[in-house]
């Protein structure tokens, strides 16, 4: 089997910093992307930031220029540095992982149970 562990959140004040960290561990064949999404209250789920296999890295708007994601493809580990949090950023935050496993041919989804991050003073 195949499981998706997030960590690093919890609470900080505006203008503030939080890391994120997800490893993907199990059965893995190969990793296409690894990505972050967030579902703030009231709100449907978001993609916040996704980096393939091969490094290339994409943004929603919002978080641009705030958020960077970086990976560790030996540790099959992905980081999210999030940088100037601002109330909005109040989410919880899944990390998922496309990809193929060793007793599957098909790319997947796989979900982490997601943490939560808040931003207020």
């Known amino acids: 089997q195949v499981q998706v562990v997030e960590s690093g959140g919890g609470l900080v004040q505006p203008g503030g910093s939080l890391r994120l960290s997800c490893v993907v561990s199990g059965s893995i064949s190969s990793i296409a992307t690894i990505g972050w999404d967030r579902q703030r209250p009231g709100k449907q789920l978001e993609l916040v930031a996704t980096?393939?296999?091969?490094?290339?890295?994409k943004y929603a708007d919002s978080v641009k220029g705030r958020f960077t994601i970086s990976g560790d493809n030996d540790k099959n580990t992905v980081h999210l540095q999030m940088n100037s949090l601002k109330s909005e950023d109040t989410a919880v935050y899944y990390c998922?992982?496309?990809?193929?496993?060793?007793?599957?041919?098909?790319?997947?989804?796989?979900w982490g149970q997601g943490t939560q991050v808040t931003v207020s003073s």
């Open positions: 980096i393939t296999s091969g490094g290339s890295t």
């Open positions: 998922n992982a496309f990809m193929v496993t060793l007793t599957s041919r098909f790319l997947s989804d796989y």
